[in-house]
């Protein structure tokens, strides 16, 4: 999941390759993730808040541009799910498993509804901001 990985950590080994008569064997490097998903962990705030950590290279490249293949359909999940996040990804669509197996027609075993959603009040008068490990 290149869009999980810290920066530093994919351009290290990019770096550090064995290089044959002087000239360095990489010719071109494929990044394979989802941009729009969680970012890069970075346990030391002052390195994730003044030095962008982050953020990942894959993440980089998009927002300066590089050219990118984005899917235009899932088949994970059920349309009724994935409506819940398809304004993320304009224009995903459902493979056409989603909508015709058995195993995604109906909710899941004791269930009423497709998905349910909780409610998680406020604690000590603030609510949820960001998850917490």
């Known amino acids: 999941e290149a869009g999980q990985v810290l920066e530093v950590e994919t351009?290290?080994?990019m770096v550090l390759q064995r290089q044959e008569d002087g000239v360095a064997r990489l010719k071109r490097v494929i990044l394979i993730g989802d941009h729009h998903q969680l970012p890069p962990v970075v346990q030391?705030?002052?390195?994730?808040k003044?030095?962008?950590l982050d953020q990942s290279l894959?993440?980089?490249?998009?927002?300066?541009?590089?050219?990118?293949?984005e899917l235009n359909a899932q088949g994970r999940a059920r349309p009724s799910i994935a409506?819940?996040?398809?304004?993320?990804?304009?224009g995903l669509k459902d493979l056409p498993a989603v909508t015709q197996e058995p195993a995604f027609l109906a909710a899941n075993p004791g269930f009423g509804y497709d998905f349910q959603m909780v409610n998680v009040p406020e604690y000590n008068g603030k609510g949820e901001s960001e998850p917490a490990p």
Do not use: C, D, E, K
Not at 44 to 48: G, H, L, R
Not at 83 to 90: F, I, T
């Open 58 to 69: 894959f993440a980089r490249f998009i927002r300066l541009g590089t050219p990118y293949v």
């Open 11 to 13: 351009f290290i080994p």
């Open 44 to 48: 030391n705030m002052a390195f994730q």
């Open 83 to 90: 409506a819940l996040y398809n304004w993320r990804y304009g």
């Open 50 to 52: 003044y030095s962008h």
